[in-house]
């Protein structure tokens, strides 16, 4: 008996997919208003999570490309609180790149300072790099505004002292009224508590990489910094750029592993702590979380919208149910199985949500193309971008697409007004023909 | 308290350098306003310290010798000053640091720096940083001469402490002044009033550094401590102690001498 039944209802579903079908169409102005409602729903969820996906993207890249690169290596006083002494020895640079020719590597060091003229004196940062293994790594000397890029010997004034280029970020150079080819005077205490000082020119300066280096960041030779802080032994810190980032974990164990193996063979002194190494989403927390966060908007907002549309989709059904509730008297009455009928009803609702979902994700692609290519551009009242949670972004807003993300959309805007078309079906269950048909 | 605040939130400030002055030193410990307190006394005593290494005007050549965990350096060098107002410090050793000099007038310090031979200045935000790589802060020169104007003091007790009889003289700020201190306690030495020890107290009343004054030599008949040793609570094996080889009172000197064209002209 079992098995008639289901083999019936089987053979009877073609059948009910085209009375479904022609079900939706008796009231082509409502249905299609549900399917615009939907479709647009779908439309603003595949845009939202395109552009928060570009930007996560952009993210993502200046974390790593302009700066950050992807694991870096401090000692721990370092990371403290700066700790000027805190250096890890040149000697790990050649062991390093001896044991990983695979990635790429650059040392960096870090001092703070003053940019001093007679009449004011501002706090700056000085950043030290070679420019040679930097350029390798980031994108960060790249990434000039004005002046032409250089970091070497400027010129020897009449009194025999020699410049050096160094290049400054952008909030910098105007707060102190600089550009380049100008003179800037740096004073320091050296690592040997004499006063560093020395004359410079400034050769460029340089986009927002981020807020900090933007205000008060002043980049340098590593050479012109050793001359200024008299701090030649070692480094602050280690900018390793992996060859594959999908590896970030198993290439930051394994350089992991080496530095203790490094620090077994050469020790560290006491008071700089241990080398720790950490990779990018360590390094910037708040960039992971926002990562972390923005999947989940994605989902909590595409929710939302679809869930407004839905009732939408409800309100239609609930009419469609209604205005035939005569209708499904009689056909109960001649014997159609409730769940035959519950199954119609939520067939015109599959129907519905599927039409909204191909016509939604159709024109969803078409404007996420533009976003795509073209990007919601900010430039002209943002020149410099916008940073956001001490990350700067460019002011061009481009959506990426993800086809998960698509894909999702779609399959969570079917579950959820199948959901809603639920209330509408069980009132058919209910249905009492001897009732309806009075 | 704030002064630990300065050295951590300021990082930059750690490294910071900057001022030489001498003043400095001599006049820490005798900061001490006396109209606050009826007693004639202290105003005597304040008036006394005051003029101890100071005089009307002075000339004097020491040594500094800070030593921290990373490094100790020497340096001589040798000063002058005129009222609480005007100050120069110049460095004639170690060759490197050579004839690199501080110039305070009032509340401004300037630096000549010989080797690129410019002049620079000290900005308000950096003065709660190191003084030359010392324990000392810039903050502590500037503010010597507004020390009377910030706090209130008076004797607190008179009597034998180590085995000395001295006065002890407690400093507390006044209400709305913008000082580092909570407290500072000094003790005087009653039968030469020569100052023997100066404490620092943040704002929660710990105690944050000690100074200690010895070695005292007859200088126009009073006594005077040549050497000041700077203790920073937190740090017991280190420490910034400066030693007067020489104190001249009283030469001539004109206001002018303590200009910024003088500055880079006397190298």
Redesign the interface.
């Known amino acids: 008996m079992e098995n008639i039944n289901q083999t019936s209802a089987l053979s009877r579903l073609p059948i009910l997919i085209f009375v479904a079908w022609r079900n939706i169409w008796r009231n082509p102005v409502r249905s299609t208003l549900t399917i615009s409602a939907l479709a647009s729903g779908l439309i603003m969820v595949i845009l939202y999570a395109s552009l928060l996906e570009g930007m996560t993207r952009q993210m993502v890249r200046f974390a790593t490309e302009i700066s950050t690169s992807h694991i870096q290596v401090h000692r721990q006083a370092f990371i403290d609180d700066q700790d000027l002494y805190a250096t890890l020895p040149w000697s790990y640079i050649n062991e390093i790149e001896k044991n990983f020719p695979d990635i790429k590597i650059s040392p960096r060091l870090y001092a703070a300072a003053l940019a001093s003229s007679t009449e004011t004196s501002t706090g700056v940062l000085i950043k030290a790099v070679d420019p040679k293994r930097e350029t390798r790594v980031t994108k960060m000397l790249e990434h000039v505004r004005h002046g032409t890029l250089d970091l070497g010997i400027a010129d020897t004034t009449d009194k025999g002292i020699v410049r050096y280029n160094l290049v400054i970020g952008a909030q910098l150079a105007k707060n102190i009224n600089v550009a380049p080819g100008d003179e800037l005077v740096l004073v320091t205490q050296a690592a040997d508590g004499s006063i560093g000082n020395a004359l410079y020119r400034v050769a460029a300066i340089l986009k927002p990489l981020e807020p900090n280096f933007d205000r008060m960041g002043v980049l340098m030779s590593i050479e012109a910094y050793q001359q200024l802080m008299y701090l030649e032994n070692g480094f602050h810190e280690l900018a390793i750029k992996a060859n594959d980032a999908n590896q970030l974990i198993e290439i930051q164990t394994a350089i992991t592993d080496k530095f203790n193996q490094l620090s077994r063979q050469q020790p560290l002194d006491k008071m700089g702590g241990q080398a720790v190494v950490r990779n990018w989403r360590q390094l910037s927390p708040a960039v992971a979380d926002l990562l972390e966060m923005s999947k989940a908007l994605v989902y909590i907002v595409g929710f939302i919208i679809i869930g407004l549309a839905s009732l939408g989709m409800l309100n239609t059904m609930l009419m469609a149910v209604h205005e035939r509730t005569h209708e499904f008297g009689i056909l109960l009455a001649i014997g159609m199985k409730r769940r035959w009928l519950l199954l119609m009803v939520l067939l015109e609702s599959l129907f519905l949500s599927l039409v909204s979902a191909v016509v939604g994700s159709v024109l969803g692609l078409i404007v996420n193309n533009y976003f795509e290519e073209h990007g919601i551009d900010f430039s002209k009242s943002m020149p410099d971008g916008y940073d956001w949670a001490g990350m700067v972004f460019e002011p061009i807003m481009k959506g990426y697409l993800e086809p998960i993300d698509l894909l999702y959309a779609c399959l969570m805007m079917i579950v959820v007004t199948m959901l809603a078309s639920l209330i509408p079906s069980w009132q058919t269950v209910r249905l009492k023909p001897a009732e309806v048909m009075r | 308290m704030k002064q630990k605040k300065h050295n ?1 939130n300021n ?8 001022k030489k002055h001498l003043k400095l030193f001599l006049l820490l410990p005798l900061l001490f306003s006396s109209f606050s307190v009826s007693a004639i006394e202290i105003n005597e005593l304040i008036q006394h310290i005051d003029q101890l290494w100071r005089g009307e005007t002075s000339r004097a050549a020491m040594s500094m010798t ?1 030593k ?4 100790q ?1 020497s340096m001589t060098m040798e000063a002058w000053s005129k009222g609480k107002e005007y100050s120069l410090v110049v460095i004639r050793a ?1 060759i ?2 050579k004839d ?1 000099a501080t110039l305070k007038v009032k509340e401004n310090i ?2 000549y ?1 010989p ?9 308000s ?2 003065m709660s940083g ?1 003084w ?2 010392s324990h000392f802060t810039n903050d502590d020169l500037v503010k010597e001469s507004t020390f009377e104007d910030d706090y209130n003091s008076s004797i607190t007790f008179e009597g034998v402490r180590d085995g000395i009889n001295i006065y002890e003289v407690t400093s507390v700020p006044r209400e709305n002044a913008a000082v580092v201190w909570g407290k500072v306690i000094m003790q005087i030495e009653q039968k030469t009033l020569a100052p023997q020890r100066a404490f620092y107290y943040d704002e929660e009343g710990l105690l944050i550094r000690t100074l200690t004054f010895d070695q005292p030599q007859k200088i126009n008949k009073l006594t005077v401590p040549m050497r000041l040793t700077l203790q920073p609570e937190d740090k017991p094996d280190e420490s910034t102690v400066i030693v007067y080889k020489e104190i001249v009172l009283d030469v001539p000197i004109e206001e002018n001498f303590f200009s ?1 064209q003088n500055l880079q002209r006397r190298h």
């Open positions: 951590k990082v930059l400030l750690e490294y910071f350098v900057i800070v921290t965990q990373r490094y350096r170690p490197k640091d690199i300037w630096n720096l080797k690129i031979d410019r002049v620079t200045k000290v900005p935000s950096m190191s030359m790589g910024l």
